[in-house]
């Protein structure tokens, strides 16, 4: 991968008393998008995320950025320079864009609108198709097959990859992404979220993040700003943080009841060690195999294909005494996680699934090992800690039927 | 009934009153797309031209095309402009109005997107708005055609010179002779069905994105929307 080496940096964006004001007239403060005196500094390499209720001004303030709307006044730094100084289509080229639909060109080919800002920066032909073909293998869209393909031909999923692809092919050390995974189903999300994760870590970008989110928010962000209506911002810190000492009733109310399941988002499967299954490869001998998963307490044989990936699980009777192991032996599956699922979205996918275990893979889909609901909870424990934002009443109830249910689900096998 | 030999002693004379057609239909539809086309993005730029400039041209619409060939004679006599100047106003209304609608279609995170990433302006309007626009231009291309077709018959009304295919209606009617009338019509409904067939033809090679292709995207619902917006 040598989009690191591209010569990309990371810039500081810091955000000066910006205020935004619609109506010039009759100036409102409670209009939605509005903004009022917003400072705060975000660290270059490090994903911020804007997070609030809708009209909160959370995207209002993302879009001053790259001057989409400009602020009524205060100044917005990107690495201690003005951005209304600077030529605004200079300024935009200079920062990638992600928005929620997308807005992939229909009458362009992937290739081609993954090049949009090398196109427009008038790279040579050829360095633009290899860039963008880097960047497609980046976000694990095969060059070969999806190049020449146009929008329409692809999943909400790949589209979403494609928009993430497009804004990095210049190399922007600066990425504005509004809700950019909120047009695809909880799965895809946590997947899309899981990769975009990767990457960052790979090319360390400023990042301004918007959702509504609060779960994306504390998983996404190294810091978190909690919008309230109004465009003020109630709290900015790391997400840890925001979870364990809300700093008024409203981030605690917004925040939500179950802070305690929340902080399970703050978790990654990556945190737990995993523990092993006992493995076979398709074509392996069925007698061998047998008298491994009969020796271990876990009734179930995990059956690999010739890549390592997970096909599913064989119950140890049904494991046949002679002859090779073989696909069609699968009883059931589990659902797959990466190193980067939250121990939320974990636990959410083993009791949709009512499984006891989840099958950990890297993003090559290849088997690493088993998260179990036990080892999630046990992790839980070791990290507890009493909240210090005093709850109301109701949602004292809501906490202990959360509560209640975790633990139920958890004796159950 | 029909004089098929009449017909056969003719066919000379089709040929040519043929081009004539086309060529009346083709200055007509090529001036009055240039025409709209600058209408059309005064009115995409700047909206409040566009209920006037539609206005006009649907004013222009309503006036029966046989009057207004009449009306021009008296002042630019009986001259290719005064054929041509009734086809051009009929396809005004017919063409702004899809090319602003084409260019009303284009999605506005598109838009945002390109704004986004640092497209100026005028770069944006030729290199995203157009291409996307297109389906709906050519459908209005295609009804224009059609009408205008239809009407190359009527300017057979300022004299043998012109009328294309409806020089021989007009003269069929004058002397009674149904045969030399069909000999107009027939020829002129196919023109208009041939030349229908060969825009959608030209619109599927424009648009490859807007079409499905392979068995890989059925059912996907960006592209049956793509395909509804034609």
Redesign the interface.
């Given at each position: 991968m040598t989009a690191t080496e591209a010569g990309g940096h990371a810039a500081t964006v810091e955000f000066d008393h910006v205020t935004k004001v619609y109506g010039a007239q009759a100036p409102k403060r409670g209009t939605p998008g509005a903004v009022n005196d917003l400072s705060l500094t975000v660290a270059a390499g490090r994903i911020c995320v804007l997070v609030g209720p809708s009209g909160c001004g959370k995207t209002t303030s993302l879009k001053m950025v790259?001057r989409?709307i400009e602020p009524t006044s205060g100044r917005i730094l990107l690495d201690g320079v003005d951005a209304a100084t600077r030529d605004?289509?200079?300024?935009?080229?200079g920062?990638g864009?992600v928005?929620?639909?997308?807005?992939?060109?229909?009458?362009?080919t992937i290739g081609d609108n993954v090049a949009?800002?090398p196109r427009?920066l008038g790279w040579p032909k050829q360095r633009q198709r290899e860039r963008s073909e880097e960047l497609l293998a980046l976000i694990g869209l095969e060059p070969t097959t999806y190049a020449g393909r146009?929008?329409?031909?692809l999943?909400g999923g790949e589209?979403q990859r494609v928009g993430v692809a497009?804004a990095l092919a210049a190399d922007p050390p600066i990425m504005?992404m509004d809700e950019p995974f909120g047009a695809v189903d909880p799965i895809v999300r946590e997947h899309l979220q899981n990769e975009f994760l990767r990457i960052q870590e790979q090319l360390a970008r400023t990042i301004l993040f918007v959702t509504h989110d609060i779960d994306e928010a504390i998983k996404m962000g190294d810091v978190v700003a909690v919008f309230r209506g109004g465009g003020v911002v109630e709290q900015f810190g790391p997400p840890a943080e925001i979870l364990a000492a809300p700093a008024s009733e409203f981030v605690a109310r917004f925040v939500g009841a179950d802070r305690g399941l929340k902080r399970l988002s703050l978790m990654r499967v990556n945190d737990l060690s995993l523990e092993p299954a006992v493995t076979a490869h398709v074509g392996d001998d069925g007698a061998e195999a047998r008298r491994r998963v009969r020796a271990d307490p876990f009734q179930y044989l995990l059956l690999l294909d010739a890549s390592h990936r997970p096909i599913g699980w064989i119950d140890q009777n049904h494991v046949p005494a002679s002859g090779p192991l073989h696909a069609d032996l699968v009883d059931s599956t589990s659902p797959l996680l990466d190193r980067r699922t939250t121990l939320k979205d974990a636990l959410s996918m083993l009791l949709d699934d009512l499984v006891q275990a989840g099958v950990v893979v890297d993003h090559q889909g290849a088997y690493r090992g088993l998260v179990t609901i036990e080892a999630v909870m046990a992790r839980m424990r070791d990290t507890a800690v009493e909240p210090e934002f005093p709850a109301t009443a109701p949602e004292v109830d809501d906490q202990a039927v959360a509560a209640t249910s975790a633990t139920s689900t958890a004796s159950r096998p | 009934m029909i004089d098929w030999g009449w017909m056969g002693d003719h066919v000379d004379e089709l040929a040519s009153r043929l081009v004539q057609h086309l060529y009346l239909a083709l200055i007509a539809l090529t001036v009055g797309f240039v025409i709209s086309f600058g209408l059309a993005i005064l009115a995409v730029r700047r909206r409040r031209l566009y209920p006037p400039v539609t206005a006009v041209a649907g004013i222009l619409y309503t006036i029966p095309s046989l009057a207004m060939f009449a009306a021009l004679v008296p002042i630019t006599g009986l001259s290719l402009l005064t054929a041509e100047v009734p086809l051009i106003l009929y396809t005004l209304l017919i063409f702004v109005r899809n090319i602003v609608a084409g260019f009303d279609a284009v999605p506005a995170e598109v838009i945002e997107a390109a704004d986004g990433m640092g497209y100026p302006r005028g770069l944006r309007m030729w290199r995203v708005e157009l291409p996307l626009a297109v389906p709906l231009i050519v459908a209005g291309v295609r009804v224009a055609s059609v009408s205008t077709i239809g009407l190359v018959t009527v300017s057979g009304a300022i004299g043998d010179r012109f009328g294309g295919l409806g020089f021989f209606i007009f003269e069929g009617y004058r002397r009674g002779f149904p045969t030399e009338i069909l000999f107009g019509a027939v020829p002129a409904m196919v023109l208009a069905v041939v030349v229908d067939l060969v825009l959608v033809a030209v619109q599927r090679r424009a648009t490859p994105w807007s079409q499905p292709v392979g068995a890989a995207v059925q059912g996907d619902s960006v592209t049956s929307r793509a395909v509804a917006s034609v």
């Open positions: 790259n989409l605004v289509t200079d300024l935009r080229r920062i864009y928005i929620q639909q997308t807005g992939l060109f229909p009458h362009q949009t800002v427009l146009y929008p329409a031909q999943s589209r497009r504005l | -």
